[in-house]
């Protein structure tokens, strides 16, 4: 069949496609940046619309001759992520049945018990349900509660809080029954919906093999991963509101992400009937165990596939680039840096690449981590998202604090900032050769000012550049010497 995958630069989406293709079918893929999907491994394979939800009349083009249409985004850590989804959730059901869709798939959030009051990511989660119920397409909801693979937001916040704090004071909410579920038995369950009946129009729980407290959770992981017991005092003075910023704190999770996370915690997410097992007979689920030990097994291996880092807020497509010819911008603010470099251009490339994560920013990590915690505190990504892959970029994803923009492999690799300034900013680095067998190393950092706050925030941090970007330029370029000089000699302190 022709699918349509929705939300293919994002956790589930990324995993998605490639699967169906394995599993025959057709599939084509919708993003408001063609440009995110080109240095994913299975690009040639698919076909690449862009289109936005928000904008209906973006839609028609990208379902014409679907028959299976997967509804896999949300707006969460966004502003108004409700009103957002709430339309997105209209516009698509629309033009789906305009175009004569067989199914819509939709992948959502567990149920609220009844006499709860639902978190507002639940509540958004149920009211794009039922608008693709009622779409007139055959429409299954398939209601995950947490999803444990490597790279999911909610295993990062129960990895995290579990490796780093051998002993912690929890909210009451840890003691609430969940049945997380692996990502590949979520994968398996979206494949063989493709295939359901045509009279069949409702929701779905799905569910792992285990239904455990998140304290349970906890001392569960830290047995796989080989930690000593954990030592959990629940409390009822943490409220959710506490604990979002608590795990902000612990957690790469950006508050903006934690918050609805957490307040759907305080919510039992069990399921309550096991139908679409019966309608897509296939191995049991996953125990949490054995999800864990894959998820880890991943980590190690460095074959995360897709993080939660993978989908970003909606691209500022108005605003001009740094690459356009004429700058068309307004005031711009740049930092510029070249050094010589007695190293071939491949090997400044790998240091170029290999930057950010666990490898650093090359000059003054205090400064950095400062800097990311500021962040932090400001309601954004700070500096902990670290990198999917150890070696290899792609554009599109979260490096740290920044987004992967654009990259020239062995030449240009370009990042756009997603912490919190007032205005935009860019780095770019460059790997270009002498023409005597060395290279030049070229380092630009862009900042387009908004306001008189953004200009005040410039020359409030340029007398530090001259220390951090200067240092920067000096040390990768030392660590691309010092690969020269062979292994096992001393690399530029990062």
């Known amino acids: 069949m022709r699918c349509l995958v929705t939300g293919a630069t994002g956790y589930i989406g990324g995993r998605l496609a490639p699967r169906l293709l394995d599993a025959g079918h057709q599939v084509r893929c919708l993003s408001r940046s063609a440009g995110r999907l080109r240095d994913v491994?299975?690009?040639?394979?698919?076909?690449?619309?862009?289109a936005d939800l928000n904008d209906p009349a973006t839609l028609p083009a990208a379902l014409d001759g679907v028959e299976v249409a997967y509804f896999l985004v949300h707006s969460l850590g966004q502003g108004d992520f409700e009103r957002r989804d709430r339309e997105a959730a209209a516009n698509f059901a629309a033009a789906a049945r305009a175009a004569g869709v067989r199914r819509i798939v939709y992948l959502g959030g567990p149920e609220t018990p009844a006499g709860d009051r639902p978190s507002p990511h639940l509540r958004s989660r149920a009211e794009v349900a039922r608008i693709l119920l009622a779409s007139g397409v055959p429409t299954a909801v398939l209601r995950a509660p947490v999803i444990i693979g490597s790279g999911s937001a909610s295993f990062e916040m129960l990895r995290h809080l579990s490796e780093r704090l051998p002993a912690m004071v929890t909210p009451r909410w840890v003691t609430n029954r969940i049945q997380p579920i692996a990502v590949r038995d979520v994968l398996r369950y979206l494949i063989g919906a493709a295939e359901l009946p045509p009279e069949v129009n409702r929701g779905f729980d799905i569910g792992g093999a285990d239904v455990l407290t998140y304290a349970e959770m906890m001392q569960r992981y830290a047995r796989v991963a080989g930690l000593p017991r954990r030592i959990i005092l629940p409390t009822r003075v943490l409220s959710p509101w506490l604990s979002a910023h608590w795990v902000g704190l612990i957690t790469p999770v950006p508050n903006a992400i934690a918050r609805p996370l957490v307040a759907s915690l305080v919510h039992e997410a069990v399921a309550h009937e096991n139908d679409l097992a019966e309608l897509i007979p296939g191995p049991a689920p996953l125990g949490f165990d054995?999800?864990?030990?894959?998820?880890?097994?991943?980590?190690?291996?460095?074959?995360?596939?897709?993080?939660?880092?993978?989908?970003s807020g909606r691209d500022a497509a108005a605003e001009p680039l740094p690459s356009d010819p004429e700058w068309s911008g307004g005031s711009l603010y740049v930092d510029e840096r070249c050094s010589p470099v007695q190293a071939p251009p491949d090997r400044l490339w790998r240091v170029i690449e290999g930057i950010?994560?666990?490898?650093?920013?090359?000059?003054?990590?205090?400064?950095?981590?400062?800097?990311?915690?500021l962040d932090r505190l400001a309601g954004g990504v700070g500096l902990r998202r670290g990198r999917r892959d150890r070696d290899r970029l792609r554009v599109g994803e979260a490096l740290d604090w920044w987004r992967v923009?654009?990259?020239?492999?062995?030449?240009?690799?370009?990042?756009?900032?997603?912490?919190?300034?007032?205005?935009?900013?860019?780095?770019?680095?460059?790997?270009?050769?002498?023409?005597?067998?060395?290279?030049?190393?070229?380092?630009?950092?862009?900042?387009?000012?908004?306001?008189?706050?953004?200009?005040?925030?410039?020359?409030?941090?340029v007398p530090f550049h001259g220390i951090v970007f200067s240092g920067m330029a000096k040390n990768i370029t030392a660590t691309a010497e010092s690969f020269r000089r062979g292994p096992g000699q001393p690399v530029a302190n990062r």
């Open 356 to 373: 950010g994560g666990e490898n650093g920013w090359y000059s003054f990590p205090l400064a950095w981590s400062v800097r990311g915690w």
């Open 41 to 50: 491994p299975w690009t040639d394979r698919v076909e690449i619309v862009e």
């Open 405 to 461: 923009e654009e990259i020239e492999p062995g030449s240009l690799l370009r990042l756009r900032a997603e912490m919190r300034v007032p205005g935009r900013a860019w780095l770019e680095m460059r790997a270009e050769p002498d023409g005597s067998g060395g290279s030049v190393y070229r380092q630009r950092a862009i900042f387009l000012p908004r306001g008189l706050a953004g200009h005040l925030y410039w020359a409030s941090v």
């Open 290 to 311: 054995e999800s864990v030990r894959l998820a880890l097994g991943k980590i190690r291996d460095a074959e995360v596939e897709t993080r939660w880092t993978s989908a």
